[in-house]
């Protein structure tokens, strides 16, 4: 009998995690996984009383009188665009979780994946990201949506993005 090596698909490859992929998968858990629960909450029912939205849109009037305060009133058109993206969101609060929820699970879908070593996992952090940036949008129409949120969500993810394709050498397809 014939012993037949038994040549493996990336020997090349290291076969050790990279650490910062494991910190950046830990890190990624925790947020993608207190926000899920958040989502659920949402999605089964707890919807916010005529209180919340109350004290929100007396915190808002704060924020219009600080800039009114500081001089600032070039920047109150931000404070009413969100004041109402904010107020759309808890008319369609289940809607909103729901949708928010099955990004969640494409991000955790795409950090299993690529504790796994799968590069799919990493296309699907992507969608992640960009479903998060593009969440308000489903639930407001585009001119009512503040540019900076949009901008600060994109820069957000891809600074995410950017340190898990550090890790791309080590991920298979």
Known sequence: ????????????????????LLVLIILSG????????????????????QDTIKDTKLEFAR???????????????LVDQMEQVTLNMFDNFQAYNSVQ???LMLGLLGILLMYRAKKLGFHLYILYSLG???L??????????????TIFGVIYGGVWVLMYGRNLHWLQD
Not at 136 to 149: A, R, T, W
């Open 101 to 103: 929820f099955i990004f």
């Open 30 to 49: 925790i947020n993608i996984g207190s926000t899920t629960l958040a989502s659920l909450g949402g999605i089964f029912g707890i919807k916010p009383d």
């Open 63 to 77: 924020m219009r009188e600080q800039l009114q305060e500081a001089d600032a009133q070039d920047y109150m058109y």
């Open 136 to 149: 308000p949008y489903f639930f407001n129409p585009m001119s009512g949506i503040p540019s900076i949120l």
């Open 132 to 134: 998060l940036v593009m």
């Open 1 to 20: 009998m014939t012993d037949i090596p038994i040549i493996e698909e990336n020997q090349n490859k290291s076969t050790k995690r990279p650490v910062f």
